[in-house]
């Protein structure tokens, strides 16, 4: 397997000190060139999972690899895109994207690299745009053309578009399942929309809540494109939500006891 994580446990002391678990016994294995959704209720610790994976949070027991090496840090093997663009306002387009490959290749490398991921996210046109005359869309593909110019072998994306709508979003899929398809990059993506990791995944990651552990491992067998097969879909994520309805329910519960406790 090419990214496999062993009995991974993550624990955090609250602010009376009591030991508090946001992920509890996780086991997964991912093969190379999978796209691969985690999904789940909020605090159930999707994000926190690939923040693991990424290097940028240490687990309290447990291992990943990611072909065959130990995570203990970030690595130049996984590229982030995070649910905010995050790029530096003062730099262009271009100039964003090559910022983390100065220390990589020489300066017309780094351009010529910027170049194609800027063309293959539709936006070539716009090297010399500045962030804020992106919109929200734009900027997001910007942030996934720097993730790819460092060619790594896993992109990790958490919630790349929750903040965008619809109409952009949808658009936006079909862009990442054309990169995907012709990188063949292994894919972690974190998403809270079951019909989002319905139409880009070959696997659904269904995670309970409190703490945070794996309910189901569904493989997606609908042909691609999937729009053209919208009955299945929704078979699919009406199977998909009869796991999550409990956990729902249960957050539903916390936060109204803890209300009522406060």
Same mark, same amino acid.
């Given at each position: ?7 991974? %446990? ?46 940028? +949070?240490?687990?309290? +027991? ?6 065959? %090496?130990?995570? !203990? ?18 730099? %262009?387009?271009?100039? %964003?994207?090559?910022?983390?490959? !100065? ?81 063949? !990059? ?12 319905? !139409? ?63």
């Amino acid at each position: 397997m090419f990214i496999q994580i062993e009995h991974l %446990n993550k624990q955090y002391n609250d602010k009376t000190g009591t030991p508090v678990d946001v992920l509890k016994d996780i086991n997964l294995e991912i093969d190379k060139g999978e796209f691969v959704s985690i999904l789940g209720p909020s605090g159930c610790g999707k994000s926190t999972l690939l923040s693991i994976v990424a290097g940028l +949070t240490k687990s309290t +027991t447990g291992e990943i690899t990611v072909g065959g %090496n130990p995570i !203990k840090k970030p690595g130049k093997d996984r590229g982030m895109v995070f649910q905010q663009a995050a790029l530096f306002p003062w730099l %262009n387009v271009r100039d %964003n994207v090559t910022f983390p490959l !100065k220390k990589e290749m020489s300066k017309t490398d780094a351009r010529q690299q910027a170049a194609k991921y800027l063309h293959m996210v539709q936006l070539g046109n716009y090297q010399d745009h500045y962030p804020h005359e992106l919109s929200g869309g734009m900027q997001q593909r910007v942030a996934i053309a720097r993730a790819l110019a460092m060619d790594p072998e896993v992109l990790l994306m958490d919630e790349p578009f929750g903040a965008l709508d619809e109409q952009t979003r949808s658009r936006l899929h079909g862009q990442l399942e054309t990169i995907w398809m012709e990188t063949k !990059k292994t894919v972690l993506f974190v998403t809270h929309s079951i019909s989002e990791s319905i !139409k880009l995944s070959d696997r659904i990651i269904v995670m309970g809540t409190r703490p945070g552990t794996i309910l189901a491992d569904i493989k997606v067998e609908i042909p691609r494109p999937r729009d053209a097969h919208k009955e299945q879909m929704v078979q699919l994520e009406e199977h998909i939500m009869s796991y999550l309805k409990k956990e729902i329910d249960k957050v539903i519960s916390e936060e109204l006891a803890h209300e009522h406790s406060s």
